[in-house]
């Protein structure tokens, strides 16, 4: 079955850029659409953006400005900058698929389970 | 974007009870809702989709059901594996939203 594995350093500094990847086993990359979603503590989960394996992106407004998703195929992977951290971006970083991003079938299925990231100096 | 909001924010029952869950949209979305189940430390897992559509392999005791702005999640019979957080997202527009959660503890 199709599994998802977060990768990245759980501890980054105000105002760098957090960088996380996520492992595709299963399955192939170069199909779907691939998601990161966050939630950070206390509060609702967050769609981040995605990037379907021709390298077409789209992102959530409110992040779009800092975050870059890109996918290399030949690794089976998928990975997230977020640039200029806050302590508000600390979270549970999740990655996820989507096999089709039409309206009313759109689902995210299946997911990893997450990676907590901290910003903090 | 459009605001989901959940209710109640976390609930205590037993065994055997049924259990409802509601979620409320800012605006129509027809039945383009998904509903997740997450376990502490385990991966979300997809449980409902578009509104009624149990995933396969899933237990009967779960449906959903509603249209427009209010949806509902029900376990007909709590049973011990059913013990986590629910969210509701909706799939009517990008940015995709979720809920607030719904953490279902035992009494």
């Known amino acids: 079955q199709v599994q998802l594995q977060e990768s990245g350093p759980g501890l980054v500094k105000p105002s760098e850029t957090l960088s996380l990847t996520c492992t595709v086993s299963g399955a192939s990359i170069s199909s779907y659409y691939w998601s990161w979603l966050r939630q950070p503590p206390g509060k609702a989960l967050e769609w981040i953006g995605y990037?379907?394996?021709?390298?077409?992106?789209n992102y959530n407004p409110s992040l779009k400005s800092r975050v870059t998703i890109s996918i290399d195929t030949s690794k089976n992977q998928f990975s997230l900058e977020l640039s200029s951290v806050t302590a508000a971006d600390t979270a549970v970083y999740y990655c996820?698929?989507?096999?089709?991003?039409?309206?009313?079938?759109?689902?995210?299925?299946?997911w990893g389970q997450g990676t907590l990231v901290t910003v903090s100096s | 974007d459009i605001q989901m909001t959940q209710s109640p924010s976390s609930l205590s029952a037993s065994i055997g009870d049924r259990v409802t869950i509601t979620c409320r949209t800012s605006?129509?979305?027809?039945?383009?809702l998904n509903w997740y189940q997450h376990k502490p430390g385990k991966a979300p897992k997809l449980l409902i989709s578009?509104?009624?559509s149990l995933e396969s392999g899933d237990p009967s005791r779960f449906s959903g059901s509603g249209s427009g702005t209010d949806f509902t999640l029900t376990i007909s019979s709590l049973q011990p594996e059913d013990f986590a957080t629910y969210y509701c997202?909706?799939?009517?527009?990008?940015?995709?939203?979720f809920g607030q959660g719904t953490k279902v503890e035992i009494k």
């Open positions: 996820a698929r989507s096999k089709t991003m039409v309206r009313g079938v759109q689902k995210f299925d299946p």
């Open positions: 605006q129509s979305i027809s039945n383009y």
């Open positions: 990037i379907y394996y021709s390298e077409r992106t």
């Open positions: 997202q909706q799939s009517f527009s990008s940015p995709w939203t």
């Open positions: 578009a509104a009624y």
